[in-house]
């Protein structure tokens, strides 16, 4: 069997490193063509070392010489790029097979777009690429041949329960709704009288999940679901309507499809990313990932019930922009991203985030995006506005 060539977007993060666990575990399958980072060179360096990619890419020319120093030590056969067109290009090579889009946020987006242009298998984590580009995303998948595979958890699980063949096409088979669980995150018990003070720490010590600090933040304020709503709508076709989210704090249920003959299809597992991972590199077969198998026998609960848009005003937030359509996806997720890195840097409150994102829709019209380049100006245009209330808001 030729192994596949894996470019992972985003090796150094939480998405990256259990990527990196999974590969390693199959050699005779799999070989790593690049490896990229923003700014953890040390970590990159060793990175490279273990896995000898073809290229690596960092984010500026200092950053690249810093990592070639520190190839060098070891003889290393790795090229080393830099800047965000060298992500796309190696996102875009021919001799690249599969591209893991493991970036965090809107930085991700060319390089996503890039790897569903030039027809690979795309293992999308980088849910914020697909929420800001929605329709121009799936026609280049589409229009190139590229295969999409969610990565995200909950939308692994969906397209696992989906019946093959009507993975895009809900109506036909049959599919009533789409049950995205989640967490609840740290904050679903605490008193929303207190939410207003809590701090970065607090928000990103998530009770099932060790991840990145923004998706982190966004758990705690359920603007992560909010996003995955709009990611299901795009990868599965599915209306806002059929979009359910429900509250599930164990995570052992990573979501389900209820179906018009009664029965709901769920898949279950322990909370690691590995076995989306394993799933999207091997589908349609299936390979170890490092995982346990969930043991049922083990007294295990699962409690349900329905989110608080009181508490988690994000979500609400993301259900209208979805419903709003247009450029209100790209402008919700530029703010949120704004939002949440002044929460982590303590210049804006928990309860804020919300506030900030709000305003920020209301304040830019919204308008049809058909091309990156008016998708990336709306982009900024949002981060603009979101940085001005967040300045004038501050704590
Ligand atoms: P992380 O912060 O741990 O890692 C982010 C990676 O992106 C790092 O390798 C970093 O070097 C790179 N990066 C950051 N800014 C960049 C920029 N401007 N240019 C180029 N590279 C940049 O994040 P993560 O938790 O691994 O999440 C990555 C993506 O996967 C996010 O979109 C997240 O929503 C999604 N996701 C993560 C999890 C999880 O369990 N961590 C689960 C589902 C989805
Ligand atoms: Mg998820």
């Given at each position: 069997m030729q192994k596949q060539r894996i470019c992972i977007l985003g090796s150094t993060g939480s998405i990256g490193v259990s990527t990196l666990d999974v590969l390693a575990r199959h050699p005779e399958r799999y070989q790593v063509f690049a490896l990229t980072a923003h700014t953890q060179i040390r970590k990159l360096a060793s990175q490279c070392q273990q896995f000898e990619p073809q290229f690596a890419v960092v984010a500026n020319a200092p950053l690249a010489q810093e990592l070639r120093d520190l190839l060098a030590q070891f003889s290393s056969k790795t090229q080393v790029l830099h800047g965000a067109s060298a992500l796309c290009e190696v996102a875009s090579a021919n001799d690249c097979d599969v591209v893991m889009a493991a970036i965090v946020g809107a930085a991700g987006l060319p390089a996503s777009l890039a790897a569903a242009q030039s027809g690979k298998r795309i293992l999308l984590a980088n849910k914020e690429a697909l929420v800001m580009s929605g329709q121009l995303f799936i026609d280049a998948v589409a229009k190139s041949g590229a295969t999409l595979l969610p990565i995200d958890s909950e939308h692994n699980a969906i397209f696992q329960c989906l019946p093959h063949g009507y993975q895009r096409n809900l109506d036909a088979g049959g599919i009533a709704k789409i049950v995205l669980t989640a967490s609840g995150g740290p904050f679903l018990k605490r008193d929303i009288s207190t939410l207003a003070q809590v701090t970065a720490a607090e928000a990103i010590a998530h009770p099932n999940w060790v991840m990145g600090r923004k998706i982190s933040v966004d758990s705690a304020t359920m603007m992560n679901k909010g996003l995955e709503v709009i990611e299901a709508h795009w990868l599965f076709?599915?209306?806002?309507?059929k979009i359910d989210v429900l509250i599930h704090p164990q995570s052992l249920i990573h979501s389900m499809v209820s179906y018009v003959d009664g029965s709901l299809l769920a898949q279950l597992g322990n909370p690691d990313m590995r076995t989306p991972i394993a799933y999207g590199l091997a589908y349609p077969e299936r390979i170890a990932s490092g995982v346990e198998a969930l043991d049922?026998?083990?007294?295990l609960q699962l409690n349900f019930f329905k989110p608080d848009f009181e508490r988690f005003p994000c979500l609400r937030l993301a259900y209208d922009a979805l419903r709003a359509g247009g450029s209100a996806p790209t402008i919700l997720n530029a703010a949120n991203e704004i939002a949440v890195e002044a929460f982590l840097n303590a210049q804006l409150g928990f309860m804020d985030i919300e506030k900030v994102v709000a305003d920020t829709l209301g304040k830019i019209a919204s308008q049809a995006l058909n091309a990156l380049d008016s998708i990336l100006e709306i982009d900024q245009q949002a981060r603009r506005v979101a940085s001005d209330f967040v300045a004038k808001r501050e704590v």
């Amino acid at each position: 069997m030729q192994k596949q060539r894996i470019c992972i977007l985003g090796s150094t993060g939480s998405i990256g490193v259990s990527t990196l666990d999974v590969l390693a575990r199959h050699p005779e399958r799999y070989q790593v063509f690049a490896l990229t980072a923003h700014t953890q060179i040390r970590k990159l360096a060793s990175q490279c070392q273990q896995f000898e990619p073809q290229f690596a890419v960092v984010a500026n020319a200092p950053l690249a010489q810093e990592l070639r120093d520190l190839l060098a030590q070891f003889s290393s056969k790795t090229q080393v790029l830099h800047g965000a067109s060298a992500l796309c290009e190696v996102a875009s090579a021919n001799d690249c097979d599969v591209v893991m889009a493991a970036i965090v946020g809107a930085a991700g987006l060319p390089a996503s777009l890039a790897a569903a242009q030039s027809g690979k298998r795309i293992l999308l984590a980088n849910k914020e690429a697909l929420v800001m580009s929605g329709q121009l995303f799936i026609d280049a998948v589409a229009k190139s041949g590229a295969t999409l595979l969610p990565i995200d958890s909950e939308h692994n699980a969906i397209f696992q329960c989906l019946p093959h063949g009507y993975q895009r096409n809900l109506d036909a088979g049959g599919i009533a709704k789409i049950v995205l669980t989640a967490s609840g995150g740290p904050f679903l018990k605490r008193d929303i009288s207190t939410l207003a003070q809590v701090t970065a720490a607090e928000a990103i010590a998530h009770p099932n999940w060790v991840m990145g600090r923004k998706i982190s933040v966004d758990s705690a304020t359920m603007m992560n679901k909010g996003l995955e709503v709009i990611e299901a709508h795009w990868l599965f076709g599915a209306p806002a309507d059929k979009i359910d989210v429900l509250i599930h704090p164990q995570s052992l249920i990573h979501s389900m499809v209820s179906y018009v003959d009664g029965s709901l299809l769920a898949q279950l597992g322990n909370p690691d990313m590995r076995t989306p991972i394993a799933y999207g590199l091997a589908y349609p077969e299936r390979i170890a990932s490092g995982v346990e198998a969930l043991d049922l026998s083990q007294f295990l609960q699962l409690n349900f019930f329905k989110p608080d848009f009181e508490r988690f005003p994000c979500l609400r937030l993301a259900y209208d922009a979805l419903r709003a359509g247009g450029s209100a996806p790209t402008i919700l997720n530029a703010a949120n991203e704004i939002a949440v890195e002044a929460f982590l840097n303590a210049q804006l409150g928990f309860m804020d985030i919300e506030k900030v994102v709000a305003d920020t829709l209301g304040k830019i019209a919204s308008q049809a995006l058909n091309a990156l380049d008016s998708i990336l100006e709306i982009d900024q245009q949002a981060r603009r506005v979101a940085s001005d209330f967040v300045a004038k808001r501050e704590v």
